[in-house]
């Protein structure tokens, strides 16, 4: 398993986070590390007007994103988490920042990566019935700058 340190010598944005969760969200990413899958990915997607892509899902911004499936590449992936939350195609550029996020339900944890990629816009439509079946994303929306209520926003300014 990779350590922030390898990406530090990049020049990619690293840091650490804590979220709190559920009892089912720390079995959730226990889960996908015992099949090997310690990665997901996000994107901060741009079009040629200079705007950012963004999700609205369970009550907060962020940028589309999700976890990267046996035989994916982290590129690969977030090409796919992009299209399926947005309809949106992307070109993937560098890899901008990785979080090392720790989850908790207050006595135990669980600990995976999240890769941030620079992404350029193929077109700029959107999807009219953004995300999969079950997923709870209410709308996606190009927006001029950083919404308030959004996840990461630090680092979201940092990066844009």
């Not at 796919?80 to 996020?101: H, N, P």
Request: charged share 35%; hydrophobic share 35%; proline share 3%.
């Amino acid at each position: 398993m990779p350590t922030l340190a390898d990406f530090a010598d990049r020049d990619v944005h690293t840091r650490r986070v804590t979220r709190e969760t559920d009892t089912a969200g720390v079995d959730g990413v226990r889960a996908r590390a015992d099949r090997g899958l310690r990665w997901a990915v996000g994107a901060l997607v741009t079009d040629p007007a200079d705007r950012l892509l963004f999700v609205y899902e369970d009550d907060i911004w962020k940028l589309p994103g999700g976890g990267v499936e046996t035989g994916e590449t982290r590129q690969e992936a977030v090409c796919r988490e992009v299209r399926e939350e947005t309809g949106v195609r992307i070109a993937v550029d560098e890899l901008a920042a990785v979080t090392e996020v720790t989850v908790t339900d207050g006595d135990r944890k669980a600990t995976f990566f999240f890769g941030t990629y620079r992404g350029t816009a193929d077109a700029t439509a959107l999807a009219s019935d953004p995300g999969l079946d079950g997923e709870s994303i209410e709308t996606v929306t190009w927006r001029d700058s950083v919404p308030e209520n959004c996840l990461d926003e630090s680092l979201v300014r940092r990066l844009r």
